[in-house]
Each structure stands twice: as C-alpha cells, then as structure tokens.
C-alpha cells in the first residue's frame, strides 16, 4: 500500500510536442521520462518527456488566447528606431540588454545613435549623438497588449562632421507604450517618448557678400518621438540553451 501527497497544486502549462501540436492544462505529476497532464478539456494523457519541444508554465508566464504569453521574469534583449516628423526632424536607433527585477519592473542598459537638425532662420545645423543609457521599464497591467513607462537616461556624446562642432550632454527619454504578448520569444513594443538632450555648439554662416560669419548656438532638444521595435524576451532556463540557429 503506497501513499502520496501534493504540497501545491498542479501546475498549468503549455507543452508544445515534437510535431508541432500543443497541450494545454495542468501537470498533475513528473514521473521520470513520463508526464501526467490534464488537458482543458478535462482529459488526462501522458506525455513522454523526449517528444517535448518546450513547455511554459504559469510561474512563468502569464498565458493568453492562442498560445501567446508574457514572461513574467526575463533577461531581455531590444532593438527600436524613432522619429520626429516634423519641419525639424529627429532620427534615433538603440538597443538595449537587461534583466526582470520583479514582474513589473526591468532595468538594463543600452547604447544608440541619433541625430536631429534644427532650423536657426538663416542656417540649418544637424547634430549627430552616440546615446549611452540606463534604462528602466514599469509595467502598468498584466494584458496581452500590456501597457508600460519607462525612462532612459545617461550621455550623449558627440559625432562632429562636416564642419560643424557640437558638444555633448546630459541625455533623458521618458516614454511609455504597450508591448504585444506572442507565440514566441519575440515580442513588438510601440510608443512615445520625450528626447531631451542639451547641446552647444558653432557653424558657419554665409554673408549676402560670401563672407564666412561663426555662429554660436546653445539649445535644448525637446522631441516627441515615435519609436517601435521589437524585444526578445528569455526566461533564465531558455537563456542557458538558446540559439538562434
């Protein structure tokens, strides 16, 4: 006579299996190379764990109608371009690398390139920036389109060509955005952002007689962009056996 007990209940999940089909419910119990799993449906079959491709459970993931899903805790790995559309326009590529400190909150630090140009009335300058940043994201909710803020600051240093001169400053980018819950590790994140960057710097002006006139300016870029991108998102134990390939 044997006796057994649970300490915790089953634990859903998602099993996708070697030919591509997908179970969704509850592990009742790991028995070595043999799962007990209890469908949706309220069946029970046993999966044999050689034939599993991947499973997600929900102490990792919050699930979501056809097979998408939010990590809840992640190392992360992003990619996004934003613009300012307008008389003067901005431009701005970055990526970014980072870590899930609790569900809602990441942090991470990243490197991008930007440039903006202004409009001085006689003259047009163009500022090109190296961007190195912290970062740091908030999520507002749990949803598969899941709202959040985020902040990053740090300094932009100066990329000078032509024969333009231009220093480099204090750089912060407020922003919030929804990023979108999928099948895979690979998520899409829209949203707005404040570019707020102070620079000086000196260009040469023409005279209505061809003479050259140096021009000193001193501003503060002050842009809302738009920026999309996409996220790769791994949890601790897809990160130690990930590839690309």
């Given at each position: 006579m044997g006796l057994s007990a649970q300490a915790s209940p089953p634990e859903k999940a998602l099993v996708t299996y070697h030919d591509g089909s997908y179970f969704v419910g509850h592990i009742l119990q790991r028995n070595g190379p043999i799962w007990d799993f209890k469908l949706s449906t309220e069946d029970t079959i046993h999966i044999e764990v050689k034939k599993i491709v991947d499973y997600l459970s929900a102490s990792e993931v919050f699930f979501y109608k056809h097979?998408?899903?939010?990590?809840k805790k992640s190392f992360f790995a992003g990619t996004s371009l934003a613009f300012h559309a307008g008389w003067e326009s901005s431009i701005q590529w970055d990526g970014t690398l980072g870590m899930s400190l609790s569900e809602k909150f990441d942090i991470g630090a990243g490197i991008g390139i930007s440039g903006h140009d202004l409009d001085m009335g006689d003259d047009w300058v163009y500022n090109d920036f190296v961007n190195f940043f912290g970062?740091?994201?908030?999520?507002?909710?749990?949803r598969a389109m899941r709202i959040y803020v985020d902040a990053k600051a740090g300094y932009a240093a100066p990329i000078n060509v032509w024969d333009e001169s231009h220093t480099g400053g204090v750089y912060i980018q407020p922003g919030a955005g929804v990023i979108i819950a999928s099948k895979n590790y690979f998520k899409w994140h829209f949203g707005l952002s404040?570019?707020?960057?102070?620079?000086?710097?000196?260009?040469t002006s023409w005279g209505f007689q061809g003479n050259?006139?140096?021009?000193?300016?001193?501003?503060?870029?002050?842009?809302?962009?738009?920026?999309?991108?996409?996220t790769m998102m791994l949890l601790p134990r897809?990160?130690?056996?990930?590839?690309?390939f």
């Open positions: 097979r998408r899903y939010h990590t970062y740091g994201r908030y999520y507002l909710n749990e404040q570019y707020i960057l102070h620079t000086k710097g000196e260009t050259a006139i140096e021009v000193d300016y001193d501003i503060w870029y002050n842009r809302t962009v738009f920026q999309f991108g996409v897809e990160l130690l056996g990930f590839s690309l």
